[in-house]
């Protein structure tokens, strides 16, 4: 069945690139976005990659008139992958309260609004931070969760809450949690990508800009933990081979495949790298060489977590496909677009 999708956070990293992927497998999309951490450039590059413009509308998710409005002339959506959120880990820390406000009351107003449009299902962005530091690797769903280190990731937990209590409280709606990895990498056409504002704080468009020689030094956060070679362990999965997953889990919501009125997919690629497998890959996988120098640790970083996707392989039927080596050359191949459009 092919469905008209309202896709929150639309304009953003992991938004776009779902966009393209529900176009390809012909859905109709409604991008919402309030631009926060984005900018509406994005759903021209959509329309380049895919052939098909998508609705857009810029409005903010915490704004409950805004969003029923949004229903009232959008007519017939069936479905929703909420994107929509504040993400930075640090900046959650200085401002809990702005994403206790944006990340939680955005969700609320969906799942009021839901039963109300007779909207069928809901793919929440969700996070492997869920797990904190796993007792057990690699990490499955049933792991227990861990106390979040960040109230970035308190509101992914608390958000999985809300959900399953109001799935439990007889709501008529059905829920897919797709817990993301590390998401790295741009689309191979090089028109969307990760486009951090400011100073990044995520490892690969730190590597990219040192290696574009935006910045100087690339600093490893920490060498002395109890891995392999001392870096943090990580599950990188390819930005597109994320997207996909959203489409599978679409599929499943409207095929009535669920299992369960709430269920939960690990969306990695069950391999780990270090920090430094990683940089020595991207000097392999581009032939640029990297500045780094190893650092103290970053405080809240935990030591390794990766996934075990068999939930997701056999049960989605989705699998990561991309090499690390072909997703690490496309966020350089990104971040030399970048340049090019004078954009960094
Ligand atoms: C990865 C590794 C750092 C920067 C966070 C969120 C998670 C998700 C992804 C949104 C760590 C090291 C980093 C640098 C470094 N976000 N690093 N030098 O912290 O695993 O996950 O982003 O959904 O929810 O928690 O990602 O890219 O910040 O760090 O050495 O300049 O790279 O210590 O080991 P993280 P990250």
Not at 296 to 305: S, T
């Amino acid at each position: 069945m092919k469905g008209k999708i309202l896709v929150t956070g639309g304009t953003g990293f992991i938004g776009s690139h779902t966009v393209v992927e529900l176009q390809k497998a012909g859905h109709e999309v409604v991008i919402v976005d309030n631009l926060s951490n984005s900018s509406a450039d994005v759903v021209d590059n959509i329309e380049k990659v895919s052939g098909i413009r998508p609705a857009f509308e810029k409005l903010d998710c915490t704004n409950l008139d805004a969003m029923k409005g949004l229903f009232e002339k959008h007519k017939g959506i069936n479905a929703i992958i909420h994107f929509a959120a504040s993400k930075a880990v640090g900046e959650s820390v200085e401002k809990p309260l702005l994403y206790y406000r944006n990340n939680i009351v955005s969700l609320i107003n969906l799942l009021e609004l839901m039963p109300k449009y007779a909207v069928e299902g809901i793919v929440f962005s969700s996070s492997c931070t869920v797990y904190g530091q796993p007792d057990k690797l690699p990490v499955t769903e049933e792991a227990p969760i861990k106390k979040a280190e960040s109230p970035y990731g308190n509101t992914k937990q608390i958000n999985e809450e809300i959900i399953r209590d109001t799935v439990a409280s007889g709501s008529p709606i059905k829920s897919i949690l797709l817990r993301y990895f590390n998401p790295i990498g741009a689309h191979p056409s090089a028109l969307l990508g990760e486009l951090p504002l400011g100073v990044p704080c995520n490892l690969i468009p730190y590597l990219t800009q040192t290696a574009l020689g935006l910045r100087k030094i690339l600093n490893v956060f920490g060498g002395d933990y109890n891995t392999p070679d001392g870096s943090c362990i990580r599950d990188y999965i390819n930005v597109v081979d994320l997207a996909k997953a959203h489409v599978f889990a679409i599929a499943r919501i409207f095929e009535n495949k669920q299992k369960e009125k709430v269920e939960v997919f690990n969306i990695g690629t069950g391999q780990g790298l270090s920090v430094l497998e990683l940089i020595h890959t991207f000097e392999k996988a581009t032939g640029v060489k990297l500045n780094y120098k190893i650092v103290d640790r970053r405080p809240g970083d935990i030591e390794q977590v990766w996934a075990d996707p068999s939930k997701a392989n056999n049960e989605l039927g989705w699998k990561a496909e991309t090499t690390i080596e072909d997703t690490l050359r496309s966020a350089w191949n990104w971040q030399k677009e970048l340049r090019k459009r004078g954009i960094q």
